[in-house]
């Protein structure tokens, strides 16, 4: 062990660190399900003290209310060693971990439960741009300022590269049977690509425009359809195109915004388009009636991320060029459910530009990634209290090293502070005081020691 200049035996300073563990919650709610199956279709509720925080189900055990799944609470604050802006992410399939794309060129790995740093790897020799799995999870695309593309295993092994784009690769989508991927570009182009053989299918040419061109300006996002063959993309010509990639010319041109158009998101039903643009608006379009159905504001910068909630189909996050994270509900578009807050009392989520905002597969964590190199983990408030209040107290930042250390553990049955002693510490499945994935310590919720599964 290292020696101090007194002669005693220096050892590592503990610090607390949040964690979140879903399986209490869990398996809460599969008990409930089995045991108590009239509660799952009653609504909703806990009452407003730390206390409840053991009764917390996860979001698919709350759809009568959406409104909660909102993670507006700060759990960790991420920063790699090499400080660089982070331009995308992307939750492994199962969850695990983080994988968020640098504009340095590198992939880094991040736990989902403790938010330490896990791994890194150089993947692109120039700054990386878009991520995205394939529908079945068995393939990771990443693309980047060159205008490449590669093929990733799970394994995070390098198996192929193709350059279908002379410019940067802005986003990348999966057609629903993983057969084709679809890539957009800032040379103007919208392409389909057959992903086995890594050829272009076809170029999506548009209507009035010289040939190999989709748009008349740079192409910022595009996405497919979650099950049919349609495709849409947003360009900074201030346009959003609805494409049929067998159809000779754009099914249809939507003129929703006055600005450069960012962002477009299909709803999870497939029914309606979610746009985001310069003009710090967000919209949906209802594409079976061609005619917008709502418009959000509340941003005060121009809107950069957007996102749908993996399980309540009303409910998405957005992000803007402010730093500022927003969450809002289809039923509600005149102002923001919540919004997030970042250290102390600061306004925003970040300091700057906010590149892109990811669900946990299971709904109940938020990581945002943003231009101030920052990568930041939010969960659901407890009960009791406020979802948009700011944290009082001050948390650790992580720096691209490797966890260490323990701690005392203080949680709740969905967030706990910890590191501790063993798998979850203490003398319960999730010990420590109000719950968690590694305290040290007992107690039951209401006080004392406690052995259950879910001892607090």
Same mark, same amino acid.
């Given at each position: ?27 809460? #709610? ?25 009764? #917390? ?20 604050? !991420? ?26 060129? #590198? ?74 991927? !679809? ?45 049919? !063959? #349609? ?44 746009? =985001? ?20 504001? =509340? ?46 009392? !600061? ?61 005392? &553990?203080?949680?709740? &049955? ?13 003398? &319960? ?12 310590? &007992? ?14």
């Amino acid at each position: 062990a290292p020696v101090s200049g007194t002669g005693k035996i220096a050892y590592p300073k503990h610090f607390c660190r949040k964690t979140v563990d879903y399986s209490a919650c869990t398996v809460r #709610m599969l008990k409930e399900r089995t045991l108590c199956p009239e509660r799952e279709a009653s609504p909703y509720t806990l009452d407003a003290s730390p206390d409840a925080a053991v009764e #917390m189900l996860p979001p698919n055990g709350t759809l009568s209310n959406a409104a909660a799944s909102a993670c507006t609470r700060f759990v960790h604050s !991420a920063l790699n060693k090499d400080r660089s802006s982070v331009n995308a992410g992307c939750w492994m399939p199962d969850g695990r971990r983080l994988i968020t794309a640098s504009y340095n060129g #590198m992939f880094t790995l991040w736990s989902g439960f403790s938010f330490n740093f896990e791994a890194t790897q150089q993947a692109h020799d120039e700054p990386l741009f878009s991520l995205c799995w394939s529908r079945g999870g068995e393939w990771l695309l990443s693309g980047d300022g060159a205008g490449t593309v590669k093929y990733w295993q799970t394994t995070l092994n390098n198996v192929k590269e193709v350059s279908p784009h002379a410019g940067a690769v802005r986003a990348i989508s999966f057609c629903p049977t993983d057969t084709y991927f !679809a890539t957009g570009s800032d040379d103007g182009t919208v392409k389909v690509l057959d992903f086995e053989r890594g050829t272009t299918v076809r170029l999506m040419p548009g209507a009035g425009l010289e040939a190999g061109k989709s748009h008349r300006w740079d192409v910022k996002h595009v996405e497919w359809h979650p099950d049919k !063959a #349609m495709l849409a993309s947003a360009s900074k010509d201030g346009s959003s195109k609805l494409w049929d990639p067998r159809a000779p010319r754009e099914a249809a041109t939507l003129h929703q915004h006055k600005g450069p158009v960012t962002q477009v998101r299909w709803h999870p039903a497939g029914r309606y388009l979610l746009s =985001g643009s310069k003009d710090q608006l967000i919209k949906l379009f209802d594409v079976r009636a061609m005619r917008e159905a709502a418009a959000f504001k =509340g941003h005060k910068r121009e809107v950069s991320a957007l996102s749908w909630h993996p399980v309540h189909a009303e409910l998405f996050a957005s992000g803007c060029h402010g730093g500022a994270v927003h969450f809002w509900s289809t039923t509600r578009p005149e102002e923001p459910l919540s919004s997030c807050h970042g250290h102390g009392h !600061a306004s925003n989520a970040h300091d700057s530009a906010v590149w892109g905002v990811e669900w946990h597969p299971l709904g109940h964590l938020l990581a945002s990634f943003s231009q101030d190199m920052h990568t930041k983990f939010w969960s659901r408030a407890r009960p009791g209290e406020p979802r948009t209040a700011p944290r009082d107290e001050e948390e650790a930042t992580e720096v691209g090293a490797p966890f260490g250390g323990g701690g005392r &553990g203080r949680g709740d &049955g969905d967030v706990g502070k910890g590191g501790g002693k063993g798998f979850a510490g203490g003398k &319960g499945f999730a010990a420590g005081r109000g719950g968690g994935f590694g305290g040290r310590g &007992g107690g039951a919720a209401a006080g004392g020691a406690g052995r259950g599964l879910n001892a607090a």
